[in-house]
């Protein structure tokens, strides 16, 4: 387990099913309901309240800690884990294997510098391979996780509040002081002011303890006609320009993740504004298509449509390959993205950041005469979807309308 990644699947189950990381940890459970949980001492003494304090409606019919032991390199342990597995066999043929679920990218990324607890119980399990099948269920744990009961969107709320109240409270007044006052800032220096109050909330006056809050990633500022759209980008240390600005950023709250990115127009030339206005028609025309039964395939289907509805075909091709994914503990759900081509359905309980843009839109030679640098430039609009739930936050500046949508379906 890299616990530099906060997003492994292996640290999102432990947060889904315990509400705590248990890095060093092996946990089995079986088709019987039988679950095995090996680790330190100290942390088979945090699951024992769960031993004999099952929900009657549990499907969990039983859990066995096994604590670690260096004396014997858990040779016992791996034995017990692996009786277990092969009593799994119990009517099967004998040419069926045994499958047993595994997160393959970490399973195979996983080395014996990396973690030898994990590297033992691999190398049990490969010596075995004659009988025993491993299977990726990463997918299959990504959509049981995405349907949220009242708990959970009750912390996806509240982290979305949380990011809204920072772009609202931090991000856009310091943005309007900066250019009122002409002050020069670089856009690393205006993203780490935005993470450290999203670790810090109190800065902006809000009351929620920092010890159940952290960013979702780092902030991404952009201007001067460089924007990279994906998530993967980074805010450099170029100072601030007052032309297309844009920012994301994200904040979890007791682990439950949000999103949100804004474009600031800064005196666009009409031709800019134009597309941003086609922009928000078609992220309205995305956003009707999100409801449970339709396809995920119908938002990008519904994007193009309303391109082709508004003759700007030129678009479609600035569009990026998904407009979006679920969203919850884990931040990004490479299963469910908002995708041409993915068939998973919409249902009651999940969570979807919609993520509409369109990057490298080439300025007509008017247009360019208007802008100091007259490069191409990146519009984002980005919305957070929550199911059975219903905020609507009006925010007027002096800068740009910025609307947050929080919808029920």
Same mark, same amino acid.
């Given at each position: 387990?890299?616990?530099?990644?906060?997003?492994?699947?292996?640290?999102?189950?432990?947060?889904?099913?315990?509400?705590?990381?248990?890095?060093?940890?092996?946990?089995?459970?079986?088709?019987?309901?039988?679950?095995?949980?090996?680790?330190?001492?100290?942390?088979?003494?945090?699951?024992?309240?769960?031993?004999?304090?099952?929900?009657?409606?549990?499907?969990?019919?039983?859990?066995?800690?096994?604590?670690?032991?260096?004396?014997?390199?858990?040779?016992?342990?791996?034995?017990?884990?692996?009786?277990?597995?092969?009593?799994?066999?119990?009517?099967?043929?004998?040419?069926?294997?045994?499958?047993?679920?595994?997160?393959?990218?970490?399973?195979?990324?996983?080395?014996?510098?990396?973690?030898?607890?994990?590297?033992?119980?691999?190398?049990?399990?490969?010596?075995?391979?004659?009988?025993?099948?491993?299977?990726?269920?990463?997918?299959?744990?990504?959509?049981?996780?995405?349907?949220?009961?009242?708990?959970?969107?009750?912390?996806?709320?509240?982290?979305?509040?949380?990011?809204?109240?920072?772009?609202?409270?931090?991000?856009?007044?310091?943005?309007?002081?900066?250019?009122?006052?002409?002050?020069?800032?670089?856009?690393?220096?205006? %993203?780490?002011?935005?993470?450290?109050?999203?670790?810090?909330?109190?800065?902006?006056?809000?009351?929620?303890?920092?010890?159940?809050?952290?960013?979702?990633?780092?902030?991404?500022?952009?201007?001067?006609?460089?924007?990279?759209?994906?998530?993967?980008?980074?805010?450099?240390?170029?100072?601030?320009?007052?032309?297309?600005?844009?920012?994301?950023?994200? &904040?979890?709250?007791?682990?439950?993740?949000?999103?949100?990115?804004?474009?600031?127009?800064?005196?666009?030339?009409?031709?800019?504004?134009?597309?941003?206005?086609?922009?928000?028609?078609?992220?309205?025309?995305?956003?009707? %298509?999100?409801?449970?039964?339709?396809?995920?395939?119908?938002?990008?289907? &519904?994007?193009?449509?309303?391109?082709?509805?508004?003759?700007?075909?030129?678009?479609?091709?600035?569009?990026?390959?998904?407009?979006?994914?679920?969203?919850?503990?884990?931040?990004?759900?490479?299963?469910?993205?908002?995708?041409?081509?993915?068939?998973?359905?919409?249902?009651?309980?999940?969570?979807?950041?919609?993520?509409?843009?369109?990057?490298?839109?080439?300025?007509?030679?008017?247009?360019?005469?208007?802008?100091?640098?007259?490069?191409?430039?990146?519009?984002?609009?980005?919305?957070?979807?929550?199911?059975?739930?219903?905020?609507?936050?009006?925010?007027?500046?002096?800068?740009?309308?910025?609307?947050?949508?929080?919808? %029920?379906?």
């Amino acid at each position: 387990m890299n616990m530099d990644d906060p997003y492994l699947k292996s640290i999102i189950i432990q947060q889904y099913l315990f509400g705590y990381e248990l890095p060093d940890t092996i946990i089995l459970l079986t088709d019987s309901g039988h679950l095995l949980f090996m680790a330190t001492k100290k942390k088979c003494e945090f699951m024992q309240a769960a031993v004999d304090n099952r929900p009657r409606s549990s499907k969990i019919t039983k859990i066995t800690l096994l604590e670690r032991n260096k004396e014997d390199s858990n040779a016992q342990n791996y034995s017990i884990l692996m009786n277990e597995v092969k009593s799994s066999r119990d009517g099967l043929e004998d040419k069926d294997k045994v499958k047993i679920g595994v997160f393959t990218k970490e399973w195979d990324d996983n080395t014996k510098t990396k973690n030898p607890l994990v590297s033992g119980w691999q190398g049990q399990i490969d010596d075995e391979s004659e009988t025993i099948e491993k299977v990726d269920v990463s997918s299959a744990v990504g959509f049981v996780m995405m349907i949220k009961d009242a708990t959970e969107l009750d912390c996806m709320k509240k982290s979305s509040v949380l990011s809204n109240k920072v772009l609202k409270h931090l991000f856009i007044p310091k943005l309007e002081d900066v250019i009122d006052k002409e002050i020069s800032i670089t856009h690393e220096d205006l %993203a780490e002011e935005v993470n450290g109050t999203i670790e810090e909330p109190s800065k902006i006056k809000l009351k929620v303890p920092s010890d159940i809050v952290r960013t979702a990633y780092y902030p991404i500022i952009q201007s001067g006609g460089q924007h990279d759209i994906r998530l993967s980008a980074t805010s450099n240390d170029q100072p601030l320009k007052y032309d297309v600005i844009t920012v994301s950023f994200g &904040a979890t709250y007791q682990n439950y993740c949000s999103n949100i990115a804004r474009t600031f127009l800064i005196d666009p030339p009409k031709e800019v504004s134009d597309t941003y206005e086609t922009l928000l028609a078609v992220h309205d025309a995305c956003l009707s %298509a999100m409801k449970p039964g339709n396809t995920l395939k119908t938002v990008y289907a &519904a994007a193009l449509q309303k391109l082709d509805d508004e003759g700007r075909k030129d678009l479609v091709k600035k569009l990026p390959k998904n407009l979006g994914f679920a969203i919850g503990i884990d931040f990004r759900d490479s299963a469910l993205t908002l995708s041409s081509k993915n068939n998973a359905k919409f249902q009651t309980g999940m969570t979807f950041n919609l993520c509409v843009g369109f990057s490298d839109i080439e300025l007509s030679s008017k247009a360019k005469a208007s802008v100091k640098d007259g490069s191409a430039v990146s519009v984002i609009f980005f919305i957070l979807l929550t199911k059975n739930s219903i905020f609507f936050f009006y925010i007027p500046t002096i800068l740009n309308v910025l609307l947050i949508f929080f919808i %029920a379906i």
